[in-house]
């Protein structure tokens, strides 16, 4: 895991996780370095062959309970993510969300945000350059 940035007290964070076990290894991590207080807002993009075609999508909310709120990118998928993320709550003002664009996902994440907030971007890919365009959003 990478800090990529923080502005007023927002961290962002890259990292590798792309399979439910390393999705809920890297939060685990992080809730236990952070502690329980800490608010983790977990941003994936299901972007392997086999989260792609849902293989493992019934696995999401056990790798996401680490966190405090999902979201999640979900253009290409050959399932639905919201149905995956169900048991979590999904939509506005629920633990889940969902998108399949970048900016909406920004949106989405910039409407919750607080001070001290840590923002975990998980992708094996670029995520559309959504680190760079969070930390622009968060100023």
Request: with cysteine.
């Amino acid at each position: 895991m990478e800090l990529r940035g923080t502005v007023n007290g927002i961290e962002v964070y890259d990292d590798f996780a792309h399979h439910p076990t390393a999705i809920r290894t890297t939060l685990d991590g992080l809730r236990r370095k952070l502690g329980a207080e800490a608010r983790i807002l977990a941003v994936f993009e299901p972007r392997s062959n086999t989260m792609k075609l849902g293989t493992m999508k019934s696995q999401l909310p056990w790798s996401l309970e680490s966190a405090d709120l999902v979201f999640c990118h979900t253009a290409g998928l050959d399932w639905d993510a919201a149905e995956a993320l169900e048991s979590m709550g999904v939509g506005a003002g629920q633990r889940a969300q969902v998108a399949a664009d970048i900016e909406t996902l920004i949106a989405q994440i910039s409407a919750v945000i607080r001070p001290g907030d840590h923002i975990v971007c998980m992708s094996n890919g670029g995520f559309g350059g959504i680190h760079a365009k969070l930390l622009q959003a968060l100023k």
